[in-house]
């Protein structure tokens, strides 16, 4: 049976945004002011990911003087290189970069940054693949991608574009193996921050353990509802959650299971279709459609 590390291993939660931006590149607010809105809106940690290009001098921009003992953040950037197969500059969210970490080189595609980020040590994220019509064939370009971001906020508030289950729904019916993150990609130059984020398994906070525990699929990602613990059963999946409006579970294809009552905050799925696709996550709903998402987790073949 399928065990999801959000959920089974020790630890606790801590909350973050993986992806933000700062006047340093192209957003409204200064770098510490930045941390300092997370850090009142009682977030545990924050990646600033201004844009790494040579307009902007090649930032990883240097959050550490504004840790505290109960925030701390994560040194990061987000990545661009050619191209895409619609010819679009690669967007590509990479959390945990060293402060030295090498501009990109004129020849360099975006795999070969991709993978540069991964062997650095970084939480490597296809950005708001649904902005720019990311498909299932540049997926294929960045085999070491850990995730797909599957809810992006300043894309949905811009654009309509912030849903990414698309993309990592077909990744994971192929067999790939990636989770899945929810970012604000926050400017500040409109509502866009708040909106999504991520729920981190792991024993302290501190930037390491943090990118470690992300790595090792060890999150949930929401827009408002916690998700307490899921317990995957052969043929069931019981969900403990914060009060729920729908409670789903989601596999192979069209595979689903649900149940639709108010303010429940527990349920248990008969998941007998979902099984032979060999995969399944968990869609948790509050009354205000705000949803919280599991990552995939496979069945044994």
């Known amino acids: ?5 959000a959920f089974s291993t020790p630890g606790r939660f801590f909350k973050g945004n993986l992806h933000t931006h700062s006047t340093v590149t192209d957003a409204g607010r200064a770098p510490e002011e930045v941390c300092a809105i ?17 307009r902007f001098g090649w930032p990883v921009v240097d959050t550490r003087p504004w840790r505290t ?43 070969d940054l991709a993978a540069r980020c991964i062997d650095a040590g970084a939480f490597v994220a ?11 064939a540049d997926a294929d ?38 989770t899945g993150c929810a970012t604000d990609d926050a ?28 790595k090792a699929g060890r999150y949930y990602s929401s827009q408002g509802p916690a998700i307490h613990d899921v317990r995957w059963g052969a043929r069931t999946v019981e969900v403990e959650c914060s009060p729920a409006a729908r409670i789903m579970a989601l596999g192979h294809g069209s595979a689903n299971a ?25 869609v948790v709903v509050d009354a205000q459609g705000r949803k919280a998402w599991t990552n995939p ?3 044994a073949d």
């Open 187 to 214: 400017h500040f130059k409109c509502d866009d921050w708040f909106g999504g984020w991520v729920q981190v398994k792991a024993d302290v906070l501190d930037p390491d353990a943090l990118v470690a525990a992300l």
């Open 297 to 299: 987790v496979f069945f």
């Open 38 to 54: 997370y850090r009142e809106a009682g977030y545990d940690f924050l990646s600033l990911t201004d844009h790494f290009v040579a």
């Open 69 to 111: 003992n109960s925030f701390t953040t994560i040194l990061g950037a987000e990545v661009h290189a050619p191209a895409t197969s619609l010819g679009e500059i690669w967007h590509i969210l990479a959390v945990g970069l060293p402060p030295d970490f090498a501009p990109t080189a004129p020849d360099e595609s975006g795999a």
């Open 1 to 5: 049976m399928p065990i999801d590390p």
């Open 258 to 282: 649900h149940t639709l009552a108010p303010n429940q905050t527990r349920a248990v799925l008969e998941i007998d279709r979902l099984v032979p696709g060999g995969w399944g996550r968990v």
């Open 126 to 136: 296809l950005a708001h693949p649904a902005w720019y019509a990311l498909d299932v």
């Open 141 to 178: 370009t960045i085999p070491g991608a850990h995730a797909v971001e599957i809810y992006n906020h300043t894309s949905q508030v811009r654009t309509d574009r912030g849903d990414g289950w698309y993309l990592l729904d077909q990744l994971t019916a192929r067999g790939r193996r990636m």
